[in-house]
RNA sequence: GUCGCAGUAGCCCAGUUGGAUAGAGCAACGGUCUUCUAAACCGUAGGUCGAGCGUUCGAGUCGCUCCUGCGACACCA
């Protein structure tokens, strides 16, 4: 039900079409506190058609308007504000929920279209930090909300699994490396290693050749160096896989840089074929300027590849299996103006996923304002940060729930839970300076903060004994859960909005406040007392632990049902 | 230097396509658990929305200029 509409309807047809419907459906508006009313037009721009100021045009609607639908329809100034039926629309929406529970707010916008998504891309043996969270939080967020509006996401983990630093990791494992230590705790011993090539080579210049021979051999297929290369990437994806399982996180497809390899001659010879690629200082470009870019770099001095020529063929590669609607790339923002660049040269070679690319920007993460490097040893652990954050859900369960059942299970729901959530409640595009403490709180707006209204939800409707389903009537006028009212109401917008901005926090901030406005009615209400209103109220509490477990999900964090 | 992003309360952030007195959370102070889980609720205090012009009936929101911070600017990804 469109209230909007009703309301629109009803102005047009006071102003006797001298200001089309549309238009007037366009400046209706949410008023920001509820006593001016659920829903507002203000009058200002009839004041031009009609001569007459808005604070008369205002007091005209009032007056002809077929408030049938309303409970009064007032004129405050120049705004004319609308206060709906209560009792009528928390049936209307109470009834909607409970019939189409976690379907609530789904679309068929997309068609079942599919959309591929560039997202984590981890480099092997490296750990993942505090900046791959970002990536996989906000891919597998973007991914649940498509599929709500009805595309077909394909997670793709587009894998750092090849390139020079592999011929680093070979000559560093063959001169300090353990097979024992390796096999013990892959991650961390090959970093180790990574770390003390970059040290070494700053007094020995030679062990940079032999890196070089070294990945120049594993492109060449010497057994040795592919043994170990295979190795590498096989323990680091053992270990990644313990973190994505920990996140619920999966994936369609792991095809990383290695995949494409063999493919990237083709593409140099595409480009060659077009006539798009020109020298430059020795380098083979794209030139990009009828863009307004600077030129794409597609080979090096020496011939070597980039990764521009491997991201080109994956969007091929892509487009050929897939025929994608759309193609997101969750990176960091830093690399903005490297999308453009890549955007502008798929599109100057006619592929189909140009039009459909759109890098997803997030912002950085910093540590004490500095950035995040594997090199020197500057890294915030994911790992580390999952489970310092369960040790302290587990230490509040074991202090506030003693008797919980499953405790390990819900601490890890719940300090998983606080990070994801953390990660995803502010736009993606902000920079965040690192800090565990405040990642650490589980009061106020946070993960935890959510999960618990819907655990006192949960914990109500355990505890009612009527049967609530039966009731054919769910009109409440109370006022705190009128706000709730109008919140779940609202949901089915939340989840068009955050499709459209490719926005996780949207969905976020909206079950902050449906959580806020549920434990306010919560604290002010006693639900389970036998009156008239009680199977009303036991729907509207079902209905607000539908919807912000749907929510939660939405953002891949669990709702456990105790905490 | 050029381009991009950002600047809202002590801190961290909301603020839909311009609309009514700029809102939360944290931190501070005070109150509420024999009653559906106090990870909660209620209250107090806290603001020249970076600065200045402009467009508009109306600007945190749009335009221009400037200031500050971060990022990017070909042989890393």
Redesign the pocket.
Known sequence: MDYKQIVADAVSSVVDGKVSTNDIY????????S???DI?F?A??L?KELHKS?QVIAQEIVDNINGESFEKVVA????V?FFLDKGKVSHQVIETVLTEEEHFGDNHQGEDRVVTIDMS?P?IAKPMSMGHLRSTVIGNSIAKILTKNGYKPIKDNHL?DW???FGKLITAYLKWGSEEDVKRDPIHYLVQYYIRFHKEDEIHPEYDEEAREWFKKLEDGDPEAVHLWKWFREVSLEAFNQTYKKLGVEFDTYNG?SFYNEKLQDVVDTLKKDELLEK????S?VDLSDENL??A?I????G????VT?DIATAIYRDETYHPVMNLYVVG??????FKQLKAVLKKMGLDSAAGLHHIPF??I?VN?K?LSTRHGNIVLLNEVLDESVKM?KQ??V???PD?KDKDR??EE?GVG?IVFGDL???R?????FNLQ?QL??????G??V???H??A???L??AKSDYINSDNYALTNEDAWEVIKLIQAFP?IVK?ANAEFEP??VA?YS?KL??AF??Y????????EDDELNARLALVKSVSIILKESLRLLGVKA????
């Open positions: 366009a400046k209706i508006e949410k008023p920001k506190t006593a001016n009313g507002s203000p200002f721009i004041s808005p405050a100034g120049p705004y504000n891309s480099n750092g390139g020079t630093q840089e430059s200082q020795g380098a470009v600077n030129p770099l080979l090096k001095t020496d070597a590849s980039l990764y491997r923002s830093e690399q903005t103006y490297y912002g950085l910093t304002g950035k859900a509040q369960i202090e506030k729930n919980l819900v601490a719940v606080a409640k502010n736009s595009i902000d920079s965040i300076d405040e709180k589980f009061e106020g707006e946070t935890p903060y999960q618990y209204a655990a006192r949960q914990s109500i355990r505890k917008e909005r926090s949207v901030k902050l959580a806020k434990n306010k919560y604290a002010h209400t006693k639900i389970l007392v456990p049902n105790e905490m």
